[in-house]
């Protein structure tokens, strides 16, 4: 009998497996998306050795980890060579019909992966989704990981593998995904740096040793990709406090071993600087800083994005917030500054429950011009400036810039626009009548600010207002704890 138990969380990604036999057990450890290390040990009798499993087993336990469930179903092994030669006629015709086909294959073999391309085709999720519960291995490994995944026609169409901070459970799946036939059409990829615990910091400045860097070390991994993914995220939506303590990616290098990407999304702590890159045929580009500087616009605005049509950067901005939100106080020795009175980390949910006490942006309004004044492509029709501190002179700069007079759509959302805010625009309503979409929603209008902008520009969209006089709280933010 073979179990399997996992710790995951900021720091660490590591298994712990302990097969037993008759009066032996063997236990294997190490990092996950590694072989590991392998200790055998013989016992008097099978009691003995039980005993010992046993006490290993808790003390693993009490550690933290978590046994994580085998695979197991009863799904017949297909004969590799018959299955590609099947897999390279889909690629000729990798249509409805062409998939339907491959299921028949699947389902003379007796194999159910082809009753769920079917279910899939038919739309009948709980159907399939049944199937794939009872045949686990028609996903590999990923049945055992922080995965999730949409399905197009039988076969995997996006997947989203959730890291908990690390690098080796992303690497080690996406050595699972890209080796199974279901994600041989996959399209969209999101890999989820977030870390799942903090450390507590006595002071605003310490916030960001709790930064992390997760997905360099698995860039090389990229290059196994299928040719059909064309969009990849780096951080998932919606945003968490989390999310925004993770490094970015490096740009230059995902281009090297993915070129064809079309839609790209990177969700990043901001101010450590992209360096140059470029897509040729990128055609979408999304950045959800938690708190950009001057530096990581003149990154975007010198990327080489020659097809570019979709521009969206949130720009963020540094919040500070006090654990006694969550977390009580202990009693505390006044006279010993170094007490501890809270514990020494937190979930990463918790940032979430804080209370923001005060907004900073780390990017002025001149900066913000110099942006929308850039050489942009001229198939670019939409721009995304969001999740800002749009005070009257930045969003002047925005709503003057040549740029907007040739946008098809703007997203001004999720910001601290006020009313303001709202005067600026009607001012700019000329300029802006030819938008197709204007997005204000999110912000902090007033009903009188709301009006006054529906009166100037009917198809604004000013949604779920946050009220006039709340400090910005913002779904992607940079968050400074403190005792």
């Known amino acids: 009998m073979k179990r399997t138990f996992e710790l995951i969380d900021g720091k660490a990604a590591k298994f712990w497996q302990i ?10 450890y190490g990092r996950i998306g590694t072989k590991g290390q392998a200790k055998t040990k013989t016992f008097a009798d099978p009691s003995a050795m039980q005993k010992d499993a046993e006490k290993l087993i808790k003390s693993k336990t009490k550690k933290g980890y978590v046994e994580v469930e085998a695979a197991q179903d009863s799904a ?10 099947q897999l390279a006629k889909l690629d000729a015709d990798p249509s409805a019909q062409g998939r339907l086909v491959f299921g028949d294959w699947l389902q003379a073999a007796g ?26 291995t028609i996903i590999g490994g990923l049945a055992e990981r922080n995965v999730s995944f949409t399905w197009q026609q039988g076969f995997m169409d996006e997947v989203t593998i959730t890291s908990g901070g690390t690098s080796a459970v992303l690497g080690d799946g996406l050595r699972k995904l890209f080796t199974l036939p279901a994600a041989r059409y996959l399209r969209r990829l999101v890999l989820d740096g977030a870390p799942s615990r903090f450390e507590t910091h006595r002071d605003w400045d310490s916030s960001p040793t709790n930064i992390v860097q997760p997905f360099n070390a698995v860039i090389p991994a990229l290059a196994k990709a299928p040719k059909t ?11 968490t406090g989390a999310s925004a303590y993770v490094g970015h990616p490096d740009l230059a290098a995902v281009a090297k071993v993915l070129p064809e990407l079309e839609v790209l999304e990177v969700q990043c702590s901001g ?12 055609r979408r580009l999304e950045v959800r800083f938690a708190n950009a500087n001057a530096t990581d616009l003149q990154a975007i605005r010198d990327a080489k994005l020659p097809a570019l049509e979709q521009l969206s950067v949130w720009l963020g901005g540094y919040v500070h917030c006090i654990l006694d939100d969550v977390y009580a106080p202990e009693e505390w020795d006044e006279d010993n500054e170094d007490a501890l009175r809270y514990p020494e980390s937190y979930p990463g949910s918790d940032l979430d429950l804080l209370e923001v006490y005060s907004s900073t942006a780390s990017v002025q309004a001149r900066e913000v011009a110099d942006f929308c004044q850039a050489s942009w492509p001229a198939s670019l029709k939409h721009l995304g400036i969001q999740s800002a501190l749009l005070d009257a002179a930045t969003l002047d700069a925005i709503l003057s810039s040549e740029l907007v007079a040739r946008l098809d759509s703007l997203d001004l959302s999720r910001g601290s626009l006020n009313d303001q805010g709202a005067a600026v625009v009607v001012r700019h309503a000329e300029r802006l009548a030819h938008l197709t979409r204007l997005d204000l929603s999110r912000n902090q209008l007033s009903e009188a600010g709301v009006k006054a902008l529906k009166a100037a520009l009917p198809k604004v969209d000013c949604s779920a207002q946050r009220g006039g006089t709340q400090t910005p709280e913002f779904l992607f933010r940079y968050v400074a704890t403190m005792e």
Request: hydrophobic share 40%.
């Open 19 to 28: 097969e037993q036999d008759g009066n032996t057990h063997t236990v294997c």
């Open 111 to 136: 194999h159910p992966w082809g009753t769920l391309i079917t279910l899939d085709h038919t739309a009948q999720v709980d159907e399939r989704d049944a199937i794939l519960a009872d045949n686990p």
């Open 76 to 85: 017949p092994a297909l004969d590799p060579e018959a299955l590609e030669a």
């Open 229 to 239: 993914l064309t969009e990849l995220a780096f951080g998932a939506l919606p945003p």
């Open 271 to 282: 101010q450590q600087g992209f360096g140059a890159f470029g897509f040729a045929k990128l």
